[in-house]
C-alpha cells in the first residue's frame, strides 16, 4: 500500500493529516497547512482549472523563503522603484523574477491571477526565464500586494535586476551565435554553387550560367567574412600591432587569402572557387569560439550567485532601539542590525545582544549550527537559527567575507595552469614555422615560376591550416563528454579528460560530498513506557516549530508544541498534550526533572535526548550517513596510487570518522576556504595534479583553482558553475567509469595529435612543391579532418549506465 501523497505539490502526507480542503469537487488531502492554505486561495480566485492542466506537482510552499511584510513594502517606495522600474505617471513597469514555477499551468495560473486583480493592465510571463512583465497601476494596488498575493498561490517574485557583465556577456554570446548561424546557412549554399562549377559536375553546363554560379558563391562567401569572421580579423590586427602570433593570425590569413584569391577566380573567370573552404574554416572556428564564450558566461555568473546569498534588506536599530526596515545599501558602518530566527545576516558584524546558534553550513560546511553569543563574529549571508541577535555591522561591500570568497573565485579562475601557458608558446613557434615556410617558399617560386608562386602560397596556408590538430582534442573530447552525460556526468570544461590521467592527488570534501549531506534519523532508543514511535510523534512536534536542520530529520507531525522555548545551543521547550517536554543535550533536558544528566551512548551520530517532568523518554540518534559507494571510490583511487585528502569544514569527530571508515590518508576538519585554498597551494607546489570532488559555496575557489574540480548534482548553483564537472547522478561509482573512459580518451587524442601532425608534415613539402593544388589541398584538409572525427566517435561506445534512482533522474532531468 502506498502512502497518500499531498495533491498540491505530492509529498508524503502523514497519517490522519488534518490538512483537507475542496478541490475540485472532491475533499483533498495536503501535507501541510501551507499546501492546504495555497490550494484554498486557488479555489477561492476561481482559478482550480490549473490543477486540471498542469503536468508536474506544485513546488511546497513552505520550502520557499518568506520575506517578512515590511520588506515587502519596501518595494512600494518611489525611491526603490526607480531602481527596477520604469513608472509613467501612476504606471509602473517592473520585471519581477518568479520561483516555484514547475510547469505552464503555473504561468495559466500567475497570468489568470494578476489579470484579475484592479490596476494591472499586463501580466506576461516567460516561462523559460522565469522572468514576469509586470504593469499597474501604482494608485489603485501597491507592489507589496501583488508580491504578497503571489506569494499566497505558491510564488515567490522579487524585483529583477540584471548584472550588467552577466548581460554584455549574454549580448556577446547572442551576437556570437547570430554569426555562426549565418556562417552555416550561407557556407552550405556556397559550397553547392562552388561544387557545380567543378570539372567532375560541369556537365552541359552553358559558360553564362557558369558565370552566374561563381558570382553567386562569392556573394554568399561575403558575409561570411566580413561579418561573420569580423572578430576573428579584428583579434589578428591586436595581435599584429602588440607584436604577437596568434591562431587569429594564421586563419585570417588563410581565409583572407583564400577569399581574395576566389574574388579574382570570380571576376576573371579564371582558376579555381575556394569559397567552400572560406565557408568550412570560418564554421570550424566560429562553433569553437561559440562554445568558448558559453563557458565565460557561466563562470560570470558565479559572482552573481553569491551576491544573491546576501537579503535585500535588513532591520534597523535607532538609538532608542527600534527597528526600522532598510534595504541593504542603506546600512554604514557601526549600524545595529536586529537579525530575527530564520533571517540571514546582513553583513560582517559582532554580536552586541543576544544568545542563538547560526547555520554556516553554506560557507563553512558545518552541518551543525554553531552556537553564538555577545562579542563572536558573524558573517553575512548565514542564517539565523534559534533567538533574535543584535549585530553591530563591521563590515560591508567589498570588506565583507562573501566578497573575499569571490576575490578568490576570480584570482583561481584567472590562473592559467602551466601546460597550457606551455602549449600558448608552442602554438606561436608552429604558426611562426608555418607562416615563415611559406613566405620562403613564395619568395622561391616567385624567382622560379612567378606564375605559380601564389597558388602554391596560398596550397601552403590551406593545407598548414590547424583545422585537423585543432579538431584531434575537441572531437575526442565532445564524443567522451556525451558518453559520460549518459553515466550521469556533466562535463563543463574540455580539459578534464584529457588532464585526469595525470592527477595524482583526490580531495574530497565531507558533507554532501562523501556523505549524503542531510540529517537522517538512525534509530530511537525508548528509556521509559513510551513506545519509539510515540517518543518520535513527540519530538517532531517539538522540532517542527523551528527553523533548525536538525527538524527536517524529524518529518511532519499531526501534534502542535504550544509554548515553544529555544534554548540556544541547549535544545527546545515546549508543551504537548498537556506535558512539558524537552529535547536537546542531556544536563539540559535532565534539569527538567531534576534528575543527574545521562551519558551519551556512543561517539559517533548526533544524540539528542527526550525528557518530561518526569525523567528522560528516549535518545533520538541522527547521523549524515556515508553514500553507499563512497569505498569503490575511494578503492579505485587507492588501485591507482592516488593520494587522498578529506578537508572540510566540519570540525566535529565525523571527519576523522568518516576517514578512518574509507582508508583516506589524510583529514583534515574545521577549515575554512581560504585555508582549503592554502592546503591546495602547498600540494600543487610539491607538483601534485589534484582532483577536487565537493559540495558547497565554502568548496568554490578550491573547485575553482583545483587542475580538475567535481561538484556533486546536489550541490550549489555556484558550486556548479565553478566545477569543470558535474555529478548529476550523485553516483560516486560514476567516477570510477569516467577514470576507464579517461584513459581511452587520452589514447585517441595521441592518435588524432600524431596522424594531424603526419598530414600537416607530409602535406607541406608536396604542397611547396607545387605537387597539391590548392583545391586538393583543400579536399585533403576535409578528409584529415574526417578520419580524426570518425576516430573521435570511437569513444562513443560505453556500456550501459547503472540504474538510476528517482531522485537521481530527476536530477539528470533539470539539468
Known amino acids: 500500500m502506498h502512502p497518500a501523497t499531498c495533491y498540491h505539490c505530492a509529498l508524503p502526507v502523514p497519517p490522519g493529516s488534518p490538512f483537507i480542503a475542496q478541490v475540485l469537487g472532491e475533499p483533498r488531502a495536503f501535507c501541510c497547512p501551507g499546501c492546504q492554505a495555497v490550494a484554498e486561495a486557488i479555489v477561492s480566485g476561481g482559478l482550480d482549472a490549473y490543477y486540471r492542466h498542469r503536468s508536474t506537482a506544485a513546488g511546497n510552499p513552505q520550502e520557499l523563503p518568506t520575506p517578512p511584510p515590511d520588506e515587502l513594502r519596501l518595494y512600494d517606495r518611489p525611491d526603490v522603484r526607480q531602481g527596477f522600474g520604469r513608472e509613467d505617471g501612476q504606471a509602473c513597469e517592473a520585471t519581477l523574477l518568479v520561483e516555484g514555477i514547475t510547469c505552464a499551468a503555473c504561468g495559466w495560473l500567475i497570468e489568470r491571477y494578476l489579470l484579475a486583480v484592479p490596476g494591472v493592465s499586463e501580466a506576461r510571463l516567460n516561462l523559460t526565464s522565469h522572468r514576469l512583465q509586470l504593469r499597474w497601476d501604482t494608485a489603485q494596488r501597491p507592489l507589496s500586494e501583488l508580491l504578497q498575493g503571489l506569494r499566497e498561490l505558491g510564488y515567490l517574485a522579487h524585483p529583477w535586476q540584471p548584472d550588467q557583465a552577466s ?21 552550405f549554399q556556397a559550397m553547392m554553387a562552388t561544387m557545380a562549377t567543378w570539372p567532375e559536375f560541369n556537365i552541359d553546363l552553358s559558360p553564362e550560367m557558369h558565370s552566374i554560379l561563381r558570382w553567386a558563391a562569392m556573394f554568399l562567401t561575403t558575409p561570411i567574412v566580413f561579418y561573420s569572421c569580423a572578430a576573428l580579423f579584428k583579434g589578428a590586427a591586436r595581435d599584429l600591432r602588440n607584436r604577437q602570433l596568434s591562431m587569429d593570425v594564421s586563419v585570417s590569413l588563410a581565409i583572407g ?16 572557387l575556394y569559397f567552400d573552404a572560406v565557408g568550412m574554416f570560418a564554421l570550424f572556428l566560429l562553433s569553437g569560439r561559440y562554445l568558448e564564450r558559453r563557458a565565460r558566461q557561466r563562470t560570470a555568473a558565479a559572482t552573481t550567485q553569491l551576491v544573491r546569498l546576501l537579503p535585500p534588506s535588513c532591520l534597523r536599530l535607532d538609538a532608542q532601539g527600534q527597528q526600522q526596515r532598510v534595504l541593504l545599501s542603506e546600512l554604514r558602518l557601526g549600524d545595529r542590525v536586529l537579525v530575527l530566527p530564520g533571517a540571514l545576516v546582513p553583513a560582517d558584524g559582532r554580536i552586541v545582544e543576544g544568545l542563538s546558534s547560526l547555520d554556516e553550513s553554506l560557507l563553512t560546511g558545518e552541518y551543525l549550527p554553531q552556537p553564538r553569543q555577545p562579542g563572536d563574529r558573524v558573517t553575512a549571508g548565514t542564517l539565523n537559527v534559534d533567538s533574535p541577535l543584535s549585530v553591530e555591522v563591521q563590515a560591508l561591500g567589498q570588506d565583507t567575507r562573501l566578497s573575499a570568497i569571490v576575490r578568490l573565485l576570480e584570482r583561481a579562475q584567472t590562473d592559467k595552469p602551466r601546460l ?35 597558388w602554391i602560397v596560398l596550397a601552403m596556408l590551406i593545407a598548414t591550416c ?88 524529524f518529518g511532519p507531525s499531526t501534534q502542535v508544541a504550544e509554548a515553544l522555548q529555544v534554548h540556544a545551543g541547549l535544545g527546545l521547550q515546549g508543551v504537548v498534550d498537556g506535558q512539558c517536554l524537552r529535547i536537546g543535550q542531556p544536563a539540559f533536558v535532565c534539569a527538567l526533572s531534576g534528575t543527574t544528566p545521562l551519558t551519551v551512548p556512543e561517539d559517533s551520530g548526533q544524540w539528542l535526548l527526550l525528557g518530561n517532568q518526569q525523567g528522560a523518554l528516549a535518545w533520538l540518534v541522527l547521523d549524515d550517513r556515508l553514500r553507499d559507494d563512497a569505498p569503490d571510490l575511494l578503492q579505485a583511487c587507492r588501485a591507482r596510487g592516488w593520494r587522498t ?31 582549503k585554498l592554502q592546503v591546495l597551494h602547498g600540494l600543487h607546489r610539491e607538483g601534485r595534479k589534484v582532483l577536487m570532488l565537493g559540495d558547497g559555496i565554502n568548496d568554490v575557489p578550491v573547485l575553482a583553482a583545483a587542475d580538475i574540480s567535481v561538484a556533486m548534482g546536489s550541490a550549489t548553483d555556484l558550486a556548479k558553475t565553478s566545477a569543470d564537472a558535474v555529478l548529476l547522478c550523485n553516483r560516486l561509482g560514476t567516477l570510477v567509469q569516467a577514470f576507464e573512459l579517461a584513459r581511452r580518451t587520452r589514447r585517441v587524442i595521441r592518435q588524432n595529435l600524431l596522424w594531424a601532425g603526419l598530414y600537416n608534415g607530409l602535406v607541406l613539402p608536396f604542397a611547396a612543391l607545387g605537387w597539391v593544388t590548392p583545391m586538393w589541398a583543400a579536399i585533403g584538409m576535409s578528409l584529415s579532418s574526417l578520419i580524426v572525427v570518425l576516430n573521435a566517435l570511437r569513444l562513443s561506445r560505453v556500456t550501459p549506465p547503472l540504474p538510476m534512482t528517482p531522485e537521481s533522474a530527476c536530477l539528470r532531468s533539470t539539468s
Not at 262 to 267: L, N, Y
Open 167 to 187: 548581460e554584455r556577456l549574454a549580448a556577446d554570446n547572442r551576437q556570437a551565435l547570430r554569426r555562426l548561424g549565418v556562417a552555416g546557412l550561407l557556407w
Open 257 to 272: 587569402t583564400a577569399y581574395g584569391a576566389g574574388v579574382w577566380s570570380a571576376i576573371s573567370g579564371q582558376g579555381e
Open 645 to 675: 585528502l578529506l578537508l572540510s569544514g566540519d570540525s566535529s569527530p565525523m571527519v576523522t570518522q568518516v576517514a578512518a571508515q574509507l582508508g583516506i590518508d589524510d583529514a583534515r576538519g574545521g577549515l575554512r576556504p581560504d585555508d
Open 420 to 454: 597550457a601557458r606551455l602549449a600558448d608558446r608552442a602554438a606561436q613557434w608552429f604558426l611562426l614555422g608555418s607562416l615563415l615556410a611559406c613566405v620562403a617558399v613564395g619568395a622561391l617560386w616567385w624567382q622560379l615560376d612567378p606564375s605559380r608562386a601564389f
Open 466 to 553: 590547424p583545422c585537423a590538430l585543432s579538431l584531434a582534442t575537441p572531437t575526442a573530447l565532445t564524443a567522451a563528454t556525451g558518453s559520460l552525460h549518459r553515466l550521469g556526468l556533466l562535463l563543463t570544461r574540455g580539459h578534464v579528460l584529457e588532464a585526469l590521467e595525470q592527477v595524482d592527488t583526490v580531495v574530497f570534501d565531507k558533507t554532501g560530498t562523501l556523505t549524503e549531506g542531510r540529517l537522517q534519523l538512525r534509530r530511537v532508543l525508548p528509556l521509559a513506557e513510551l513506545d519509539g514511535e510515540t517518543c518520535l510523534s513527540l519530538a517532531a512536534a517539538l522540532e517542527n516549530r523551528t527553523q533548525h536542520p536538525i527538524a527536517r530529520a
